[in-house]
């Protein structure tokens, strides 16, 4: 029994005890900045930079590459403009001579349309 009355004062001692160890690691661990936390941050804005150099050059590449896909596209529009309007083509299963104008064909001789 004298045992079990020991063991609770000391679980209770100890309870009371790990809020005051912590707060003071806490503190002390604000208190005195560690020469790691330095090297972290310098570490940190050299790997910032690295990422911001890798960025600009992506977003150049794509810069180029939109660009000169839009160059080619405006010359193709350009040489479409300039190009005389061809003769429109027959459309598949179109009678001969029909022309590719939408219109429907003639009626038959002797079909009245209205």
Do not use: C, N
């Amino acid at each position: 029994m004298d045992r079990l009355r020991t063991a609770r004062r000391a679980l209770g001692m100890r309870r009371h005890f790990w809020p005051a160890a912590l707060g003071a690691g806490v503190i002390a661990g604000i208190g005195f900045p560690h020469s790691g936390a330095a090297q972290d941050a310098s570490d940190l804005r050299r790997e910032m930079t690295q990422m911001r150099q890798q960025y600009d050059a992506a977003l150049k590449q794509i810069r180029r590459d939109y660009d000169a896909r839009l160059r080619r596209l405006e010359a193709r529009l350009k040489e479409a403009d300039t190009k005389p309007a061809a003769a429109p083509a027959a459309l598949p299963g179109a009678p001969l001579g029909t022309a590719a104008t939408g219109a429907p064909p003639p009626a038959p001789p002797g079909l009245v349309v209205p």
